[in-house]
């Protein structure tokens, strides 16, 4: 069975003060601290590109794993919406011959925003375990700073620019549970770029965010013969502090389950979920935890990590 | 155990007449015919988006299956590198609204070129049984109209627009065997859209294929325990009638095994094999087929379909 055996991470260095920003708007820090959630948001390099950021994502995780070769790596999927180039080629064949992995890899990029972490992990292990493949890295990176426009207060003051790099292999200390999915395209205006310039209709995603994840979390519970007292943490997509503790609220169990870590990284899209795993739940001796991904498609993912 | 239940496509009336083509460069029906291998080249519509060639395609599936039903459908991929929008959303969330597709189905993106139906079926394949779902519709759609530049003859003679719909599930009456992956992205500038246009370097392309696929079927063939004998037909990537002749020279079994159609649809990318599959194989009494796609990555992906 694979599962996930370590994740590793890049954020930059260099980024936007938060708080600076949000004077620009008006927004005071009462306002960035509770609503937005991020006194900083962390911002590639003019010069780096996407596959850049993936790469140093996946040699945190080697330089992490003396025991994961490069030579033993057969898959590698990049989720990004942001890729190096226009459409093609996909940004995985850029990753794999920056990072000197061998040419047997099979390699791909998956189109999915803020649920793509849910999806790719299912989507990485199928694939895995379908074709017979031993070592896999799941990379995410889309950096909204590509897209996003400076003076759109709607969305310069959220998002953060990160990869983050999934080593998925036998042997691992999680594994994956139940998932469930979700996908309505009637609601793809809310979240999409027009001439290279991103757009969101922040309150049609929020509602969006309060009306599904709370409930696809309780669903998830259900048909894992699961409750909520049996989850040691959620870590749900971090669009903002507003939509963590919202749908930690309306979930109706314990909010403080719900971890809130976007200080120092703003929305950084597919890479939130592995972020927080990372940081609060792969060296836990926690026994389980729900995550759940949603934004632009619209689409949603909600699944359960436990130790076997 | 998920296989390929059934395949439909949609292939635009509407195209261009590739001997006029080719006498704008001064080439002749021998060179059309012998070299390029298409009299004519499907091109969709203005007003289509991809979305819309994947949605004929899917309803051609619909029509031809009446015991899958929409409300079944739980798993939706669409493989392509020139979706609706700039990146995002993902094509596959507007062909779930357009389809009427229920908002309960998974759905996301591949990105992938000529070699993407080999990673899709595995792909879907093996997401499906990671997360316990299934119906899944495998829809490639790659319209290279939107890209190519009709004043460049190294291109504009080759591709065609087409888009296919896969059933995979249960009870199939193909099922999947050994693949085979390579990644090359060294060979990345060889095909890229820059600045919104197509560029292939066609020589490499071809050196590209003409080393690598043959000796991939050969190590393909030789991990699955199995001989040339054993494999009733070759579905190879129609890059080209000149690349499928060489390849099958070069592979040194039997050429007349290495199926060639594209005479009336062009290189319709990742819709080429599957439309090979459709007309050729899923209703034929063979028994074992070996399939190769290959292009833009560079990526290329071998694998054995067969008769359970």
Redesign the interface.
């Known amino acids: 069975m694979i599962g996930i055996k370590s994740i590793a991470s890049y954020v930059p260095v260099a980024g936007v003060d938060n708080y600076a920003q949000g004077a620009k708007f008006e927004k005071d820090e009462e306002f960035i601290l509770g609503k937005i959630g991020s006194a900083f948001l962390p911002r590639k390099d003019a010069g780096q590109e996407t596959s850049d950021l993936c790469v140093e994502a996946a040699n945190a995780l080697f330089a992490n794993n003396p025991d994961l070769k490069r030579e033993s790596v057969?898959?590698?999927i990049v989720v990004t919406?942001?890729?190096d180039?226009?459409?093609?080629?996909?940004?995985?064949?850029?990753?794999?011959?920056?990072l000197g992995?061998p040419?047997?890899?099979?390699?791909?990029?998956?189109?999915?925003?803020c649920s793509?972490y849910v999806?790719g992990i299912?989507?990485i292990?199928?694939?895995?375990?379908?074709?017979?493949l031993k070592n896999g890295l799941l990379i995410t990176a889309d950096p909204y700073s590509k897209?996003v426009d400076p003076e759109d207060r709607n969305t310069t003051m959220l998002f953060g620019d990160a990869a983050t790099a999934t080593w998925m292999g036998e042997n691992a200390p999680w594994q994956?549970g139940?998932?469930?999915?979700?996908?309505?395209?009637?609601g793809?205006p809310h979240?999409?770029?027009?001439?290279?310039v991103?757009y969101m209709n922040g309150r049609q995603v929020f509602n969006f965010a309060l009306l599904k994840v709370p409930a696809h979390l309780h669903e998830l519970l259900a048909d894992s013969q699961l409750t909520a007292d049996d989850i040691d943490a959620f870590c749900i997509h971090q669009g903002s502090a507003a939509i963590v503790d919202a749908v930690a609220r309306r979930f109706e169990g314990e909010p403080e389950k719900f971890i809130k870590d976007m200080v120092e990284t703003g929305n950084t899209v597919s890479s939130s979920i592995p972020l927080l795993l990372e940081k609060h739940v792969l060296d836990s001796d926690w026994k389980r935890v729900a995550l759940s991904g949603f934004g632009?498609?619209?689409?949603w993912?909600s699944a359960i990590l436990y130790r076997p």
Chains 1, 2 share one sequence.
């Open positions: 057969d898959v590698l919406q942001n890729g180039e226009e459409g093609l080629p996909h940004t995985a064949a850029i990753v794999q011959d920056k992995l040419t047997t890899v099979a390699a791909f990029d998956i189109s999915l925003g793509g999806y299912y989507a292990k199928g694939f895995m375990e379908a074709a017979g897209i994956l139940k998932a469930k999915f979700g996908t309505d395209g009637s793809a979240l999409k770029v027009t001439d290279g991103f632009v498609g619209l689409s993912g």
